[in-house]
């Protein structure tokens, strides 16, 4: 008797242990599954991805695209043994422009030659022939499409910052963090593994849930002329059609203070702009250039001349674009994004901008090309 009564208080005692936790676990999933569906912008029109990936997405067939497919190469980044005493040509300096022999002296994680961003920038800089993202081109490109970062750990106030350990994605900005100082990973924006999206762009917040995402790039253009900003355009998609996104959705992961949950433009009870619009088509916001209250001058952008237009005519999205030539038109209801003013890497120019601000006589040179009507207003 006495032995059922103990065995009975050990399983009652157990019971009151493990349901706490039991709850709790259940709990901090729901919870968890809740502040992701709050606080993921990308959930706003219940987008679930999973998508068709168009082929045609750059402009033609992916194939041949650099960690797709048959150009994904398991022996770049992968190591079986942590043990390479030389490359595949036998010797010990880089083979084919990449460096083969060992990254690091010691065993990483994954099998990885290299922990964490020296893996990318160990090719991805100053090796000809590959896109080199760091400082001055190796390869000679007029003007890269994405721009350039600085060194990696160097803090940088012309475009993103490169860290070798960023931290947690979402303290980094907020609960102390300073997005001033936060730091990015090439893997955050960009699946190195490949998922035929243009440039293999993904989300930071939710990677391999993310539509297929888009540009497209000038047919005939092969190698590294696929990142030659001349070569790129730039689309989204018609109002109402999910089925895939303008590149800079994957800005909003983390810049999405620049669009308002209400009316996307953060504009005032009155209608007055506080922050400039961009569009967004995920929320369903568009800014064409032609836009009633806008306070523009399309027909100056249209003509592409004159005052603002002694530096290059900034990139622009084309609503329903479905190739280069479509993309790159010109026309009044050509529509500013985060790309219009900002590079996605870096630039020379403070804030990423693709013009310089630091000289008064250039000042408003990029605001000109759509706001040539406010003299004298």
């Not at 960009?190 to 989300?203: C, T």
């Not at 999205?317 to 994004?337: L, Q």
């Amino acid at each position: 008797m006495r032995k059922k009564i103990i065995f009975s208080g050990l399983i009652v005692l157990l019971y009151i242990m493990v349901l706490p936790l039991w709850t709790y676990a259940a709990n901090t999933s729901v919870v968890s599954q809740r502040i992701h569906r709050i606080y993921n912008p990308k959930k706003k029109l219940g987008f679930s991805g999973g998508s068709f990936r168009a082929m045609g997405a750059q402009g033609g067939s992916m194939t041949g695209t650099y960690h797709n497919g048959d150009q994904l190469i398991c022996t770049d980044c992968h190591i079986m043994h942590a043990s390479m005493q030389h490359n595949y040509a036998g010797g010990t300096g880089p083979e084919g422009n990449i460096s083969s022999f060992p990254y690091s002296g010691t065993p990483n994680q994954k099998l990885l030659k290299e922990s964490g961003i020296g893996l990318c920038v160990s090719c991805h800089d100053g090796k000809s022939g590959i896109p080199d993202v760091i400082g001055a081109d190796s390869n000679g490109l007029t003007e890269r499409s994405a721009g350039k970062f600085d060194n990696v750990d160097v803090l940088n106030y012309k475009g993103h910052n490169l860290k070798s350990n960023p931290g947690d994605l979402c303290t980094r900005c907020h609960f102390g963090g300073d997005m001033s100082t936060a730091g990015v990973e090439c893997i955050e924006c960009h699946d190195q593994h490949g998922n035929l999206n243009y440039r293999n762009l993904r989300w930071a917040s939710d990677p391999g849930n993310e539509p297929d995402i888009r540009a497209f790039i000038q047919t005939g253009a092969t190698g590294l002329q696929r990142y030659e900003k001349a070569n790129v355009g730039y689309g989204a998609p018609a109002s109402g059609d999910n089925s895939w996104r303008e590149v800079t959705n994957i800005c909003i992961d983390c810049h999405h203070a620049f669009m308002d949950s209400s009316d996307h433009y953060y504009t005032q009870s009155n209608g007055m702009w506080v922050k400039h619009p961009g569009t967004n088509s995920e929320w369903g916001a568009y800014a064409p250039i032609d836009a009633a209250g806008a306070n523009t001058d399309p027909a100056h952008w249209v003509d592409g001349t004159g005052s603002g237009f002694d530096i290059p005519r900034l990139p622009f999205i084309v609503e329903g674009a479905t190739d280069f030539a479509t993309a790159t038109t010109v026309a009044t209801d050509n529509n500013v994004f985060c790309l219009t003013c900002h590079k996605a890497h870096g630039s020379d120019n403070s804030f990423s901008l693709r013009w310089d601000v630091d000289t008064e006589s250039v000042f408003s040179k990029g605001c000109r090309q759509c706001h040539n009507n406010v003299d004298n207003q």
